[in-house]
T-cell receptor, first 112, second 115 residues
Framework: DTEVTQTPKHLVMGMTNKKSLKCEQH?????MYWYKQKAKKPPELMFV???????INESVPSRFSPECPNSSLLNLHLHALQPEDSALYLC???????????FGPGTRLTVL | AQKITQTQPGMFVQEKEAVTLDCTYD???????LFWYKQPSSGEMIFLIY??????QNATEGRYSLNFQKARKSANLVISASQLGDSAMYFC????????????FGTGTKLQVIP
């Protein structure tokens, strides 16, 4: 298995909802990442997990809560989001000792 | 701090022609990696090619080659024999040593292939 999968592909939620984004990889990668990408902009790093521990949090608001239950799975829990949080959320993974990251197809999130 | 600069917001190329997408970078770290990603309108970031800072030869992957000029701090992507499916946004990116550090992306170049 050489891909990163993300579910759902699209998500529409209200500002009072609680939802979760899911990312999965079975390549044995020990680092996983969440990025946020607004239209016509490059991806912005949100979180990095290394060996299932949070290693980087790029000052992301607490309404985004990451979780790494095991080495293959990465979740992003969403609560009380704002309309400006609407974006493409990308998950990526990388192998230890390698620079390149492999991305999933993303979840397009719309907050109403 | 590391920085990636892509000075071409948009490019056009005729089908079957070659095209060069420019990328310059700045870092004080002697060990780093440079990559190019393709992002079609569907949104997925597709890894294209990787160049390590200590690699002696320019990286090639099929129709993609990376013109790495270390002294000039440039890492241009060359796409040969352009195809209509090459129309997409292209991002140059860099990561410093360590493997789990932050990736810095350029602002991207939108390539359109004309039939």
């Amino acid at each position: 298995d050489t891909e990163v999968t993300q579910t759902p592909k699209h998500l529409v939620m209200g500002m009072t909802n609680k939802k979760s984004l899911k990312c999965e990889q079975h390549m044995g990668h020990r680092a996983m990442y969440w990025y946020k990408q607004k239209a016509k902009k490059p991806p912005e790093l949100m979180f990095v997990y290394s060996y299932e521990k949070l290693s980087i949090n790029e000052s992301v608001p607490s309404r985004f809560s990451p979780e790494c239950p095991n080495s293959s799975l990465l979740n992003l829990h969403l609560h009380a989001l704002q309309p400006e949080d609407s974006a493409l959320y990308l998950c990526a993974s990388s192998q230890e000792g390698r620079f390149e990251q492999f991305f999933g197809p993303g979840t397009r999130l719309t907050v109403l | 701090a590391q920085k990636i600069t892509q000075t071409q917001p948009g490019m056009f190329v005729q089908e079957k022609e070659a095209v060069t997408l420019d990328c310059t970078y700045d870092t004080s770290d002697p060990s780093y990696g440079l990559f190019w990603y393709k992002q079609p309108s569907s949104g997925e970031m597709i890894f294209l090619i990787y160049q390590g800072s200590y690699d002696q030869q320019n990286a090639t992957e099929g129709r993609y080659s990376l013109n790495f000029q270390k002294a000039r701090k440039s890492a241009n992507l060359v796409i040969s024999a352009s195809q209509l499916g090459d129309s997409a946004m292209y991002f140059c990116a860099m990561m410093n040593s360590g493997g789990y550090q932050k990736v810095t992306f350029g602002t991207g170049t939108k390539l359109q292939v004309i039939p």
